[in-house]
């Protein structure tokens, strides 16, 4: 019953560190995104993977780098960290939807909340 | 225009009303919907899928209209429980791009 985990739930950075976040599925889903989410805001899109070895970039990559080995794992690196990135990070993946089997549907981590100071 | 957008909110109901969210959609090749629950502080959880012939998960009944490109979620009898922000999710042609509308939120009071 894993389905998306993601590591560490809380983390606070200085300005200038680097760390990754890391994420992992075991439903077999070939797409993974990550987003993030400002307080009272929307998610937005950083990065995603259509497969393993195959990464692009989404609405806000700045300041982030992915990577995607296996299938299972699509790890987010933040290189530099800036106040700016204080923010909670939703990693994802998508498949068909496991009550009718149509269509893909998308299943998110619990979060992880980042702060930068 | 945004690919996805939302009726804006918050919606503030008493317990027990009814009420309607919408969410119109620019591309008219997108080929699944759905809407989405997210709690405070919490990650979004599939509420439901959106089917053109309409489909009803008890107190909810989602809607899609395709000429229109509209989806509709209406909850009905509505309980303190169901305050949250209701997000409305469109995957386009292709089944991985995913667009997230900005999510409605929803305040139901005793």
């Known amino acids: 019953n894993a389905g998306v985990t993601q590591t560490p739930k809380f983390r606070i950075l200085k300005i200038g560190q680097s760390m990754t976040l890391q994420c992992t599925q075991d439903?077999?889903?070939?797409?993974m995104y990550w987003y993030r989410q400002d307080p009272g805001m929307g998610l937005k899109l950083i990065y995603y993977s259509v497969g393993a070895g195959i990464t692009d970039k989404g609405e806000v990559p700045n300041g982030y780098n992915v990577s995607r080995s296996t299938t299972e794992d699509f790890p987010l690196r933040l290189e530099l960290a800036a106040p700016s990135q204080t923010s909670v990070y939703f990693c994802?993946?998508?498949?068909?939807?496991?009550?009718?089997?149509?269509?893909?549907?998308?299943?998110f981590g619990e979060g992880s909340w980042l702060t930068v100071v | 225009r945004k690919e996805v957008e939302q009726d804006p909110g918050p919606f503030n109901v008493p317990e027990g009303a009814t009420v309607a969210f919408n969410c119109t959609y620019s591309n008219s090749a997108s080929q699944s919907f759905f809407w989405y629950r997210q709690d405070c502080r919490k990650e979004p959880k599939l509420l439901m899928s959106?089917?053109?012939s309409g489909n009803e998960d008890g107190r909810f009944t989602a809607q899609l209209n395709r000429a229109s490109q509209y989806i509709s979620l209406l909850i009905r009898d509505s309980k303190l429980s169901d305050s949250a922000t209701y997000l409305c999710v469109v995957i386009d042609t292709g089944g991985f791009k995913t667009i997230f509308g900005a999510g409605t939120r929803l305040f139901v009071k005793a």
């Open positions: 959106v089917y053109s």
């Open positions: 439903m077999n889903h070939n797409y």
């Open positions: 994802a993946s998508s498949g068909p939807n496991p009550r009718d089997h149509s269509g893909n549907t998308i299943y």
